[in-house]
């Protein structure tokens, strides 16, 4: 059986090749390497692409689903703020912080304060709050009506004596009635030189001139309208029902009148506001349909300052179309001292320009973390809620407002002591604590913002702590700017800026009013009834609300609270 030859390669003997063809293999190769190189180079530069393909990619889905967790985020925001409870509590603030041992702290301090403090220092002394009584029965100022349930002449024959006891008091209502004056004017003939002489007697002011409503009445429109937002359509009803049909455009037309008529007393409440030390601002949104150059959907501003001297407070609405920094500079014109508001950037001019100490409200940065935790995704079924970084902060915040809670009621020397000894300790953990914290937080997302909201602020934020009788937040303004954003829900907009104007200064009135615990129908009547009169700045100041002689609300609520 005969065997197949076996083939090999044979590997080219290279002593036998001559110098050329060693330099030709030796080219060969370097180009088969080359070509090697280049095919690797594509192959890696095809990688590479591949590479960043694939960490765009992933960039462009991790920003898709922090956009997604963003939208999420706001979309729980407005879901809550449109159809759940507006309280600002948070589920955990009880368990955040140990208020007791604030308490223990601030009464320990409080012991170390030397008793003579208000005399060496001139300050006034502590207010202390009147104890709080249960109600019982009904106010003294009520118009009372006896009613004796007697007993027949049967029953009580052969009785020794009669006598009442009171069993049982009940409110009842009076309902409202239209009363029409007649004004008749006597007139006297005289005769001189067989002429005629007539004399009539002295006609009553009033601030309209000729006017069918009197001072009572436009009292009530304006209280019941800014006040108690009954908006002038409705009140055209209820008087419709009460026998005689007023037309809205008629009552709106004497209330812008009466906005010339108040006008020089309420510039006398911006000067007396001017003068005191201490200021606080904001501003909100209105909607005028006919302001020139502005489409009737945009949005108008409707300013408010809040403050005075000691023992004269005032509150004051300025109506303009614009929010630019150039409004608070014409309505703080001559201030001098601290302006406490918001973040915005539109009272910037004025503290340059009038060189002011501006403070912030902690109330707006607290908020911001509260809308952070309504935000904020839930936990499941059945797991426990864990607590948040927006949690933590308003653990901090609610702290400072803990210490205001217990000094309220101290001497300003009293409250800045405390606050140096116990609120800017607690400040700068917190600033410390924001500032490890607000880049480990998703960027875009509302605890990011309110965290850096809260450090670009914290300048203004920690100035209320450099003086005693400073407030925390901007509370006392909002609180006088909320009666307006209550009313607008109601009459919803002004239609001219006449309106506006007229508005405002009714606002101012009313404010202004229940800030020196007047009843603002009574004080706007009592203005109304004297103002036509008052030629005189002597007799325009008598009608300023710290100097007019009517009882103060205080005394009716201290009575029976």
């Not at 925001?77 to 368990?95: M, V």
């Not at 024959?157 to 009171?166: D, I, N, P, R, S």
């Not at 002591?417 to 998703?442: C, H, T, Y």
């Amino acid at each position: 059986m005969k065997t197949q030859p076996e083939t090999t390669s044979k590997t080219p003997d290279i002593s036998s090749l001559s110098t050329a063809d060693l330099l030709s293999m030796v080219a060969g190769l370097q180009q088969q390497l080359a070509s090697k190189e280049d095919e690797l180079e594509r192959q890696n530069q095809v990688l590479e692409q591949r590479d960043q393909a694939v960490k765009a990619r992933d960039r462009q889905l991790q920003q898709r689903e922090q956009y997604i967790l963003l939208l999420e985020e706001m979309l729980r925001l407005q879901r809550i703020q449109r159809f759940a409870a507006s309280s600002e509590k948070t589920a955990h603030q009880i368990h955040l912080f140990d208020e007791s041992e604030l308490e223990a702290e601030i009464d320990q301090l409080r012991d170390q304060l030397p008793d003579d403090i208000e005399a060496a220092e001139g300050d006034t002394p502590a207010v202390t709050p009147a104890p709080k009584r249960r109600q019982r029965g009904f106010s003294d100022h009520l118009l009372r009506e006896r009613i004796e349930l007697q007993l027949s002449d049967e029953e009580k024959a052969g009785a020794v004596k009669t006598f009442f006891t009171k069993v049982k008091e009940e409110l009842d209502y009076i309902p409202a009635q239209l009363k029409v004056l007649e004004y008749w004017q006597e007139k006297a003939v005289f005769e001189e030189n067989g002429d005629e002489r007539i004399l009539a007697a002295a006609r009553p002011t009033h601030p309209l001139g000729k006017c069918i409503a009197t001072p009572a009445l436009l009292a009530y429109l304006i209280t019941s309208k800014y006040a108690d937002g009954l908006p002038l359509y409705r009140q055209e009803q209820m008087f419709k029902r009460l026998g005689h049909e007023l037309c809205r455009t008629r009552m709106a037309h004497w209330i812008i009148r009466l906005d010339e008529v108040f006008k020089p007393l309420i510039n006398l409440m911006r000067e007396a506001q001017n003068s005191a030390a201490y200021l606080q601002a904001d501003e909100t949104r209105i909607q005028v349909l006919k302001e020139d150059g502005k489409a009737a959907q945009s949005d108008k501003w409707m300013w408010v300052t809040r403050g005075g001297p000691p023992g004269q407070p005032s509150v004051l609405f300025a109506y303009d179309p614009s929010r630019s920094g150039a409004v608070p500079v014409r309505l703080l014109d001559d201030f001098k001292g601290v302006l406490q508001a918001d973040g915005y950037s539109g009272y910037a001019p004025i503290c340059s320009a009038n060189e002011l100490t501006r403070i912030g409200c902690w109330d707006h940065a607290r908020r911001k973390f509260i809308e952070a935790t309504k935000g904020a995704k839930p936990a499941g079924k059945g797991k426990q809620t864990k607590l948040s970084k927006a949690d933590v902060a308003l653990g901090h915040i609610n702290k400072l407002y803990a210490i205001e809670r217990q000094i309220k009621d101290l001497n300003p020397n009293e409250r800045y002591r405390i606050r140096q000894e116990l609120s800017l300790p607690k400040l700068e953990v917190f600033k410390s604590w924001l500032d490890a914290n607000v880049g480990r937080v998703m960027k875009g997302g509302l605890t990011r913002k309110a965290m850096e909201y809260t450090l670009n602020q914290w300048p203004t934020l920690i100035g209320y702590c450099k003086r005693g009788d400073l407030h925390i937040s901007n509370v006392l303004a909002e609180n006088a700017i909320r009666p307006f954003a209550v009313g607008r829900k109601a009459w919803l907009f002004a239609d001219t800026p006449q309106g506006a104007h007229a508005s405002a200064t009714c606002y101012s009135l009313i404010e202004t009013a229940k800030a020196n615990d007047l009843e603002p129908s009574a004080y706007i009547r009592h203005v109304l009834e004297r103002i036509a009169d008052a030629d005189t700045l002597e007799k325009l100041e008598r009608l300023l609300p710290w100097n007019v002689e009517l009882e103060r609300t205080s005394k009716k609520v201290a009575q029976y609270s």
